[in-house]
């Protein structure tokens, strides 16, 4: 009986630990500020696309971005996703050509094409087929969860758009993580929550933030993924007035894309 008491005592310290834990790295509860940084110093951002509208829509809101800012970009797609893939090397192109136009590529105080000209794409299993059944995704799921602890932890860099040759570097984890919606995004900031969570070794405070960005489509409520990250990301942006203050997290910026 003794040992009993004592079983459950234990249990109840080792459940509470773990929920303080979690209201402690949650942003909803313990939000942190981003850790500053120079332009032009190494900067890694990881952005998850997905078939179709979300990525048309990841792509249009990053349709500003500075290079020079985010030095190492990094695109996260479903294995088989060739249209996802393929917008994100166009997509890489044209920054090449918007950073040449602005002279960034000059040796007179801009900033060199490798210092920024680094992206990888790097290929995710679906976490649920279409038609998969319920007793087999489970599986699936995990198998893309281990996928994405991958990822954050060991990106495969490329020199320049224009070269085929890849280096793999040291870890460098992501220090912003960007989702629109699809399915693989919960996955990868779950993995990058439970980095968190671990205080997995070499992660900064501050590094690996999210922003989610609820779909311009979604007009009077969220999606399943917004549902499922509202109170997981560090910032859920909407963009639709309606919207604002959803999940008591929801921040309208006006319409995000064009």
């Not at 079983?7 to 500053?36: D, E, K, M």
């Not at 509208?53 to 190492?72: C, Q």
């Not at 794409?121 to 038609?131: G, Q, T, Y």
Request: glycine share 10%.
């Amino acid at each position: 009986m003794l040992h009993l008491g004592l079983l459950l005592a234990l249990s109840f310290i080792i459940v509470n630990a773990l929920f303080l834990r979690l209201l402690y790295i949650l942003p909803s509860t313990n939000p942190t500020a981003p850790f500053l940084r120079k332009r032009g110093s190494p900067t890694r951002l990881l952005i998850i696309l997905g078939s179709g509208g979300h990525t048309a829509e990841m792509l249009s809101l990053l349709r500003g971005l500075d290079p020079a800012s985010y030095t190492h970009r990094s695109y996260v797609i479903s294995a088989g996703d060739e249209f996802s893939a393929r917008k994100a090397v166009e997509f890489e192109q044209g920054l090449r050509e918007k950073a040449k136009e602005k002279a960034l590529l000059a040796a007179n105080g801009g900033v060199g094409e490798e210092k920024w000209a680094q992206y990888d794409i790097a290929l995710v299993p679906r976490a649920r087929e279409i038609h998969q059944s319920l007793l087999t995704t489970p599986f699936s799921a995990i198998r893309c969860l281990f996928a994405c602890f991958s990822i954050l932890r060991s990106p495969r860099i490329a020199r320049s758009p224009s070269s085929d040759v890849m280096l793999r570097t040291s870890p460098q984890y992501p220090d912003l993580i960007l989702s629109n919606g699809p399915g693989t995004g919960v996955m990868v900031i779950l993995a990058a929550l439970l980095f968190r969570f671990v205080n997995y070794p070499g992660i900064r405070r501050g590094q690996m933030r999210t922003i989610y960005v609820e779909s311009w489509a979604r007009v009077k409520g969220l999606s399943l993924s917004g549902k499922i990250l509202v109170k997981m990301v560090d910032r859920f942006l909407v963009q639709w007035a309606g919207l604002s203050g959803v999940g008591g997290r929801g921040e309208f910026r006006g319409v995000l894309v064009h």
